[in-house]
């Protein structure tokens, strides 16, 4: 049996208060949405837009990585349309992105150069606007390379790296940001689990988590040529690393072998787990509280050697979405009961794939396959989307990406704030505050 949170008080009474503020009746879930954060603002109901953030390519359009908008509301004229593109100047090795704790503004990384870029994506959230270039990231984090996950904080950005400026290997850490650009801290990984990729934190708990990849000296090679050097494939991260948030200071060091990449907390309450996917070793991952208060893990599901990437999970925790960029396929696994993982549905979404991200109610899926400049195949770059129809994914639309850039992460855009915001219109999703609690 899993232990209850030890602040189930706490949780309880953000239930209440999300209660009151909506007027009464059930709370809706909060939604994986890619990067996304307890801190950000929740919203609910139809996305309005993707923003997709674009790795720039020689001889496709401007040749600069670029933030692209897509309208995703099936009533609008343009949906599933490219409408806006942002470029930002340059390739960056464009990757992840994620909101400020207002959702106002989205941050953006790029892994080669290791440049920051600021989208004001709520004056006009149609068309993002680059406000504020970050290039002192090397310089100001004492050595991190290659910033990778941007997560929403009270009034910071909490960044994770995969590298550093010494060596190039996956010796790495944390880096803290204030709303506005300043930067605050380094926080450096343990030295008994040293490599970086993902974090994720859950609030009620008190506890992030941090997972790990490899350093720049080996992502920004072609694959083929890594996978063929022996001594550059040990090189890659096998941990898990469990964290006191409030002090950010490790706990716990879990060993998964094969670089286990993205992190997703269960969403409800009283659910005390995470999953994670390994790259190299195939393996769907439960990372779990015991009843003593430590942590454990358990893999629940064989994958299998495809390259498991992105994964994301439903807003009632009942299934885990992985893509594989090995296969191109999106695999549906029924995780009802967390400690054994079984696949329900495979959807071959082309030759290779990537992120993959639930929408705010759980019933859409979108997803996109580029990986890394240096890492992914020819053939064409796209986002798809997909609908919950009677049990069953059923494709909505794809939108073409080979004029635009290859397509990567996916971060939602709501009107919801853009500058009518409060004026409660029809159809937009609503939206409360979250109490973080003390």
């Not at 503020?21 to 950000?40: I, K, V």
């Not at 941050?107 to 920051?116: C, K, M, P, R, V």
């Not at 004492?142 to 996956?170: C, E, K, W």
Request: proline share 6%.
């Amino acid at each position: 049996m899993m232990k209850r949170p030890i602040s189930h008080g706490i949780a309880l009474a953000l239930v209440v208060s999300l209660l009151v503020f909506f007027g009464g009746g059930p709370t809706p879930a909060r939604a994986d949405e890619t990067c996304q954060s307890p801190f950000l603002p929740k919203v609910t109901g139809q996305e309005d837009y993707i923003y997709v953030w674009t790795l720039g390519i020689k001889g496709v359009a401007d040749g600069n990585d670029s933030m692209v908008t897509v309208d995703a509301n099936p009533k609008s004229p343009s949906y599933g349309k490219i409408v806006h593109r942002a470029p930002v100047p340059g390739q960056h090795e464009a990757h992840h992105a994620g909101f400020t704790d207002d959702r106002r503004f989205l941050w953006a990384g790029g892994l080669d150069t290791s440049q920051i870029f600021v989208f004001d994506v709520g004056t006009d959230p149609a068309k993002p606007k680059l406000v504020k270039t970050i290039s002192t990231f090397v310089k100001d984090t004492g050595g991190l390379v290659g910033p990778h996950t941007f997560y929403a904080l009270p009034g910071r950005m909490l960044i994770s790296a995969l590298s550093n400026a010494q060596d190039g290997s996956g010796r790495t850490g944390l880096a803290e940001y204030s709303n506005d650009g300043k930067f605050i801290r380094t926080i450096w990984m343990p030295k008994e689990a040293p490599y970086g990729y993902d974090v994720r934190v859950n609030a009620n708990l008190n506890r992030m988590l941090t997972s790990s990849f490899t350093g720049k000296k080996n992502y920004m090679r072609p694959f083929g040529e890594l996978t063929k050097d022996a001594e550059a494939m040990k090189q890659f991260g096998d941990s898990v690393v469990v964290w006191d948030f409030h002090a950010r200071k490790p706990l716990q060091i879990l060993r998964v072998p094969g670089a286990p990449l993205e992190l997703r907390w269960a969403l409800l309450p009283n659910h005390n787990y995470a999953f994670t996917a390994t790259a190299l070793t195939g393996q769907l991952v439960l990372i779990y509280q015991q009843e003593d208060g430590t942590w454990a893990s358990k893999n629940i599901a064989e994958i299998g050697a495809n390259i498991p990437v992105d994964i994301s999970i439903a807003p009632d925790d009942s299934k885990i979405y992985v893509n594989s960029f090995g296969d191109g396929s999106l695999r549906v696994y029924d995780v009802s009961n967390p400690f054994e993982g079984k696949l329900v549905e495979t959807v071959k979404l082309g030759e290779m794939a990537n992120m993959v991200s639930s929408s705010w109610d759980g019933k859409r899926l979108y997803a996109t396959n580029s990986l890394l400049a240096k890492w992914d195949k020819p053939g064409d770059y796209w986002l798809k989307a997909y609908a919950w129809e009677d049990g069953k994914l059923v494709a909505k639309f794809t939108t073409d990406f080979n004029g635009a850039g290859r397509a990567h992460i996916m971060n939602f855009g709501s009107k919801t704030f853009g500058p009518r915001a409060g004026r409660g219109a029809s159809g937009n999703p609503r939206v409360s505050a979250y109490v973080a609690p003390r």
